[in-house]
């Protein structure tokens, strides 16, 4: 499969999955060039999307950078994966970091504030979703997801 294919197909999966959770998604297209994001759908995130088995992280977010300043469409985030493994998301620490207290909706605070919190919303998905998060082993092995 081309490179190209393989970055299609990777649009239309995360595309599928994104709109499974609510979320109204539109692609870029193969045909664009650039000259629109490769998705669209989540206010306030720019969406690169890299489905390849080597990602050199460092190029994929600099382009993610540039691009987010060029379309002015959000925090610029890298999703990607590669075969059979789970999706991932790239950003910078720091827009993670302000979106995180933007959620939390108050000033940062103590781990214990923070576990309090937690508590008080046991329905939470984050809560919901821990379960489901991939065995650690498969990272510690050596394996790059």
Same mark, same amino acid.
């Given at each position: 499969?081309?490179?190209?294919?393989?970055?299609?197909?990777?649009?239309?999966?995360?595309?599928?999955?994104?709109?499974?959770?609510?979320?109204?998604?539109?692609?870029? %297209?193969?045909?664009?060039?650039?000259?629109?994001?490769?998705?669209? %759908?989540?206010? %306030?995130?720019?969406?690169?999307?890299?489905?390849?088995?080597?990602?050199?992280?460092?190029?994929?977010?600099?382009?993610?950078?540039?691009?987010?300043?060029?379309?002015?469409?959000?925090?610029?985030?890298?999703?990607?994966?590669?075969?059979?493994?789970?999706w991932l998301v790239t950003m910078l620490l720091s827009d993670w970091l302000r979106m995180y207290r933007a959620a939390l909706n108050r000033k940062p605070?103590?781990?214990?504030?923070?576990?309090?919190?937690?508590?008080?919303?046991?329905?939470?998905?984050?809560?919901?979703?821990?379960?489901?998060?991939?065995?650690?082993?498969?990272?510690?092995?050596?394996?790059?997801?």
């Amino acid at each position: 499969m081309n490179s190209s294919r393989k970055g299609a197909d990777g649009e239309r999966e995360l595309a599928a999955i994104l709109e499974a959770e609510g979320f109204r998604m539109e692609r870029g %297209g193969t045909e664009s060039f650039g000259t629109a994001p490769d998705l669209s %759908g989540l206010p %306030g995130i720019h969406i690169e999307v890299k489905r390849v088995e080597k990602l050199n992280i460092f190029t994929a977010m600099a382009q993610a950078i540039r691009d987010a300043a060029r379309f002015r469409d959000g925090y610029p985030a890298v999703f990607h994966r590669r075969n059979r493994k789970p999706w991932l998301v790239t950003m910078l620490l720091s827009d993670w970091l302000r979106m995180y207290r933007a959620a939390l909706n108050r000033k940062p605070r103590t781990s214990a504030d923070m576990s309090k919190r937690l508590e008080l919303c046991p329905n939470s998905s984050m809560l919901a979703n821990l379960e489901k998060l991939p065995n650690i082993g498969e990272f510690e092995k050596g394996e790059q997801p």
